[in-house]
């Protein structure tokens, strides 16, 4: 209390008690019951143990994390590949046969036997997916288990690049979509030249 500048009024106050119930238990004369105990705790942000029997750390934290449940890292290694190489007509067996990898990402049990990584470039797809992050790619899901809202990597003929965008599909018409409300181009309606490479399944980014 002396610390945080907390006086037996305020303490009264945030408790709800009486100024002489809050005396007592500064000076340790009576204990608050439990109830009364989570106030205090949260008033002076510490923990109700802590305040209880001074053991342990002070610290309140929101425990935003679950430490029991840690992912495991088990499976291959993704191999990072180029866009012009994501977006050539060859298999991706061949393309990983032929490229040389010089970057890998931990596992992701969701890219399937064959998936690769690709390096995000531009803003399209900000503020979700940023330069130099890295996505998952799972070339195997057909484009039957495509829903709308799906983050998929396309590639039309003729072209030997892909791009990355959220598909849309309104009955027949397929169409795809920057995340970012402020690209220039909004909807680009797929042709039927144009192909699925692989969906996103996954990001990886750097801190």
Known sequence: MEQKGVTPAALARAASVSPVAAGKW???ESEPKAA????????LGVTDDWLLTGKG??????NN???????PLEGRPIPVISWVAAGSLSS???????TEIDEWLPPNKDCGKSGY???VTGMSMSPYFLPDDRIYVNPEVQTFDLQTGDLVIIACFGETEATFK???????????QPLNPNWPEQIIKLSEDCRLVGKVVGLYRKI
């Open 26 to 28: 500064v000076h340790g």
């Open 36 to 43: 009364k105990l989570k106030l205090i705790a949260d008033f």
């Open 57 to 62: 750390s002070p610290s309140k934290l929101d």
């Open 65 to 71: 994390i679950d430490l029991s449940e840690k992912i």
């Open 92 to 98: 991706i067996e061949t393309v990983l046969r032929d």
């Open 117 to 119: 990584g690709l390096k």
């Open 166 to 176: 959220k598909l849309i599909i309104e009955g027949d018409n397929k169409y795809l």
